[in-house]
């Protein structure tokens, strides 16, 4: 099984910069894309950043350039660093990583989310 940890949410006045990690552990054997969604009250999850295991990136079009993704593929671990946040994004984010387990097995595994708010 594989769990996947999330840590570095809380609260940050507008225009400040926050730094989320996400670290996955137990059966993992390799994970291949590792990103990061979020989900505001009322509103669908989205996008906002992806990367895959050779370090290409993509973003949501919002984020872009403000936002910044990146691994360590020997820890498992993924973290993105936010910078000139915005009151509306203001949301729970969620880390989502594809991996195959220690049997070979391709599976799709989210964490549970931590809080970022934004205030203004």
């Known amino acids: 099984q594989v769990q996947l940890v999330e840590s570095g949410g809380g609260l940050v006045q507008a225009g400040g910069s926050l730094r989320l990690s996400c670290a996955a552990s137990g059966s993992i054997g390799r994970a291949n894309a590792m990103g990061w969604y979020r989900q505001a009250p009322g509103k669908q999850r989205e996008l906002v950043a992806q990367i895959t295991y050779g370090g290409s990136t993509n973003y949501g079009d919002s984020v872009k350039g403000r936002f910044t993704i990146s691994r360590d593929n020997a820890k498992n671990t993924v973290y993105l660093q936010m910078s000139s946040l915005k009151p509306e994004e203001t949301a729970v984010y969620y880390c989502?990583?594809?991996?195959?387990?220690?049997?070979?097995?391709?599976?799709?595994?989210w964490g549970r989310g931590t809080q970022v708010t934004v205030s203004s």
């Open positions: 989502n990583v594809d991996a195959y387990d220690s049997r070979g097995i391709w599976g799709a595994y």
